[in-house]
């Protein structure tokens, strides 16, 4: 189970940063998001593998660590709301370049304030 | 347990919900709440710093859950400091965004204070994992707070920024793991107790974890390899949210100097000072490229923001000296340059409102409306930054040169320090000296008119580098007794016999 659990981290990483690496804001996305898998993962390992134990001593033979599992919990939450953060956020580069490279335009021109007649729009993180 | 701990994370959580639920609530009343909640924060910070005076260690348990079970806050010198530095700040910061920033978005308010109530957990807590969920809560603010404004131009480097902090927070997670494989703790306090009495199989994984955490501090505080994402992001956010970044950084810096001296400080045992033979060297590279950067910036905002790293390498390389007196040179130091960076931000922003299209360019303009007021704000916040007497940059200097033991380190020290005031002195006088004194005929189309809160909260807190030479004295006994306080991390310990509500106090 070492083994297999090691391998499947280890290339939930590798593939996270290679597509982090990527120049367009979609494989930037999905690596970010296949590495917040396997550092979950990882998290989880921390308080030793096993099966069939419980988080709560006595209940069985094998006792499992919840704090791991606890932290794990958090770490999906606030990988999720900023997942769901940085989708928005590219859709709108996307939008406001007119192009989905991770720089904008390739031959990118300083945006100048041609959107000055635009109205003050909401942009918030929530 | 102490309550009034709770305080500056309360604060700001509860007036950054009304401002949630007043979005439609009208401008004036919006901002005298926000306004009210920043200068009650100031005041439970000051109460706080009076408490952490008398040099003890006060825990604040959530939940009254004992220390290496539940999380705690912990209030020291060294954290009563950083959330007056903040709260001072903010407060000017949030004087500055009436009328020109919070005018643009119905969300304004809230994300700044909800930014503040994530530093102030970062700088209270006493538990790692915290430190991650604190960091997330003020990046996820800060997200908000940097795309904020109209146009365009925003949008890249945010995003830049977004993912460099998402993988940041990856390692984080990693690097916590690693630590809490072998520890089978997270509590700060519990840590430094266990660390120093590992055993040789368990250290390589404690010691690569400690490594990788450096790594993802460093990326906050923007220490060399790590650094290029700051000028480009800060440059394009608004003045006051810019100003308020400038202790974005801190807070990397920060983190740096509790975990790196209670939990790898000089009485961990093998692991000992960790990583300080990397941070003093990078620590002078990223001065040497901050003032590159600076000679080389076309915008005053670029500058500023390439002022800000130098003061990061300057802040780290008088921390990794590994000494009472550099520590405590490195927190004078960070009290200056925080406010007067900040200040500076504003200063930009208030010359780039009266030249029209020539902007924060460092290019000849017609003449400013205010030209004098503004002139004479500028020079005050470029001298202190530079290092020159009489202000408070030079002491700050003064104070980490002399923290200094002769031989290589105070060569290199020194050399660098003086060499990265030189030529921070020139940028600021070329730039100023362009934009202030080669006026071009013309007129601009309605240049901004200055009034009460930009005023106010630009010059104050460029007016904060004279207030620092006034009270250089008390200021550097502060940082004195709490270097003395960071040092002896047994003290820090003592809270985890922290006496529960209903035990026996």
Redesign the interface.
């Known amino acids: 189970m070492e083994l297999a659990f090691a391998l499947i981290i280890g290339s939930l990483t590798f593939s996270g940063v290679y597509l ?1 690496l990527r120049a367009r ?1 979609f494989p ?1 996305v999905v690596g ?1 998001t296949l ?2 898998y ?3 993962l ?2 989880f ?4 593998l096993m099966t069939g134990g419980q988080p709560i001593i006595g209940s069985t033979d094998t006792y499992s ?1 919840p ?2 599992q606890a ?1 794990v919990l ?2 999906i939450v ?2 999720f ?2 997942t769901a ?2 989708v928005v ?2 859709l ?2 996307r939008a ?2 007119g192009d989905d490279h ?3 335009n390739i031959p990118r021109e ?2 100048e ?1 041609h ?2 007649i ?1 109205q ?7 | 347990m102490n309550h009034w701990l709770t305080a500056p994370v309360l604060i700001p959580l509860i007036g950054g919900f009304l401002q949630v639920f007043m979005g439609y609530a009208p401008l004036s009343l919006r901002r005298t709440l926000g306004l009210a909640t920043t200068g009650l924060l100031l005041v439970s910070t000051v109460i706080l710093l009076m408490l952490a005076d008398d040099g003890s260690y006060r825990a604040y348990a959530f939940g009254n859950w004992a220390p290496p079970f539940g999380i705690v806050l912990v209030l020291d010198r060294l954290a009563a400091l950083m959330l007056f530095i903040t709260a001072l700040l903010a407060l000017f910061c949030h004087l500055f965004s009436l009328g020109r920033t919070d005018v643009s978005s119905r969300q304004f308010h809230a994300l700044f204070l909800f930014q503040l109530m994530g530093l102030n957990i970062a700088f209270l807590t006493g538990d790692l994992f915290n430190l991650f969920v604190a960091f997330e809560v003020l990046l996820i603010a800060s997200y908000g707070l940097l795309l904020h404004g109209e146009g365009t131009a925003r949008t890249v480097p945010s995003l830049h920024y977004v993912v460099l902090n998402l993988a940041g927070s990856a390692l984080f997670l990693i690097s916590v793991g690693m630590i809490y494989s072998v520890t089978g703790t997270l509590n700060m306090a519990d840590l430094a107790r266990i660390i120093p009495e590992l055993g040789a199989a368990d250290l390589p994984l404690v010691e690569a974890g400690g490594m990788i955490l450096l790594v993802v501090f460093a990326l906050k505080a923007a220490l060399l390899p790590l650094t290029f994402w700051l000028p480009r992001a800060y440059a394009s956010a608004t003045a006051p949210v810019a100003a308020l970044f400038a202790v974005m950084t801190k807070v990397g810096v920060y983190a740096i100097i509790r975990v790196y001296t209670l939990l790898f400080g000089e009485n961990a045992g093998a692991l000992a000072n960790l990583g300080m033979d990397w941070v003093f060297p990078l620590a002078l590279l990223t001065m040497i490229v901050g003032v590159i950067g600076m000679m080389g910036s076309g915008g005053l905002r670029t500058m500023v923001a390439w002022q800000v790293v130098v003061s990061v390498g300057t802040i780290l390389a008088a921390f990794s000296l590994v000494s009472k007196e550099g520590l405590s040179s490195a927190l004078f130091y960070m009290v200056h340059t925080t406010w007067v960076a900040a200040g500076l931000f504003l200063v930009v922003d208030l010359i780039a409102g009266q030249r029209g299209s020539a902007g924060d360019k460092i290019v000849t303009a017609p003449r400013m409306r205010n030209r004098t007021f503004i002139s004479v704000m500028f020079m005050l916040g470029a001298v202190s930054a530079a290092g020159l007497p009489p202000l408070s940059g030079f002491f700050a200097k003064l104070l980490i040169m002399s923290a200094a033991v002769p031989g290589l380190q105070m060569a290199a020290l020194w050399a660098v320090i003086l060499f990265a005031g030189f030529l921070s002195l020139v940028a600021y006088s070329r730039a100023g000296s362009i934009v202030f004194w080669r006026n071009v005929d013309g007129h601009i189309d309605q240049p901004e008119r200055l009034n009460f809160p930009h005023t106010v909260g630009a010059g104050a807190l460029v007016a904060m580098s004279v207030v620092i030479v006034f009270g250089a004295g008390p200021l550097s006994d502060y940082t004195d007794a709490a270097a003395e306080q960071l040092r002896d991390t047994s003290a820090y310990t003592s809270i985890l016999d922290t006496a529960m509500v209903g035990e026996d106090e």
């Open positions: 982090v804001t930037v970010l590495l917040s396997g550092v979950n990882f998290l390992s921390t308080g030793r660590d704090l791991p932290l958090t770490a606030i990988g709301a900023m953060f940085v956020l590219s709108r580069s406001d370049t991770v720089d904008g300083e945006p304030d959107q000055s635009e003050p729009r909401e942009e918030t993180g929530q």
